[in-house]
T-cell receptor, first 115, second 113 residues
Framework: GAGVSQTPSNKVTEKGKYVELRCDPISGHTALYWYRQSLGQGPEFLIY????????DSGLPNDRFFAVRPEGSVSTLKIQRTERGDSAVYLCASSTGLAGLDTQYFGPGTRLTVL | DAKTTQPNSMESNEEEPVHLPCNHSTISGTDYIHWYRQLPSQGPEYVIHGLTSNVNNRMASLAIAEDRKSSTLILHRATLRDAAVYYCILRDGSGGSNYKLTFGKGTLLTVNP
């Protein structure tokens, strides 16, 4: 079946611009996660949704970062006033949400480059 | 959170077994040991997990030390497709924020043809 998809696969923007990154989870998965991966590092947790609500946004680095999931399916990660330090691969994952340790299925990521 | 320690890199030959170690000396009694791997230019994918007993699945085996302070992911016959970064992750089975996957730098496995 279809896995997690993310669009765009690559995004190049200029410092100070606004960007939106989209995640389409596996159908029926109620839990959705965003992670950020800098070069040479493992992914770092950003935010976790259970249904439409953000259950944990403690990983968002500052108030320039915001994520929504209005209908409990697709999620959008929004970054305002981008900075060069925001350059990274942004990964989305989803899971059934039925168990605390359920397997997370990751998308291929969006590579964001801020010039 | 309990931490894990893995070698930065390992090398193997195709069709030979690979043993990827992970140390987790501060593991708690409710922590499950999970392994994910990340192929080049892809997101991480689940490999295997266990609590106390050794585990096998179609991808790999997980050997857990009796004191649970270390574990080993075993790929029985490495293929070129197994070249990836392998992450050993602890997840608290008692709840809390166990939905978060806390990745370290992992082990970069190179498989030689």
């Amino acid at each position: 079946g279809a896995g997690v998809s993310q669009t765009p696969s690559n995004k190049v923007t200029e410092k100070g611009k606004y960007v939106e990154l989209r995640c389409d989870p596996i159908s029926g998965h109620t839990a959705l996660y965003w992670y950020r991966q800098s070069l040479g590092q493992g992914p770092e947790f950003l935010i976790y949704f259970q249904g439409t609500g953000a259950a944990d946004d403690s990983g968002l680095p500052n108030d320039r970062f915001f994520a929504v999931r209005p209908e409990g399916s697709v999620s959008t990660l929004k970054i305002q006033r981008t900075e060069r330090g925001d350059s990274a691969v942004y990964l989305c994952a989803s899971s059934t949400g039925l168990a605390g340790l359920d397997t997370q299925y990751f998308g291929p990521g969006t590579r964001l480059t801020v010039l | 959170d309990a931490k894990t320690t893995q070698p930065n890199s390992m090398e193997s030959n195709e069709e030979e077994p690979v043993h990827l170690p992970c140390n987790h000396s501060t593991i708690s009694g409710t922590d499950y040991i999970h392994w994910y791997r990340q192929l080049p230019s892809q997101g991480p994918e689940y490999v295997i997990h266990g609590l106390t007993s050794n585990v096998n699945n179609r991808m790999a085996s997980l050997a857990i030390a009796e004191d649970r302070k270390s574990s080993t992911l075993i790929l029985h016959r490495a293929t070129l497709r197994d070249a990836a970064v392998y992450y050993c992750i602890l997840r608290d089975g008692s709840g809390g924020s166990n939905y978060k996957l806390t990745f370290g730098k992992g082990t970069l496995l190179t498989v030689n043809p």
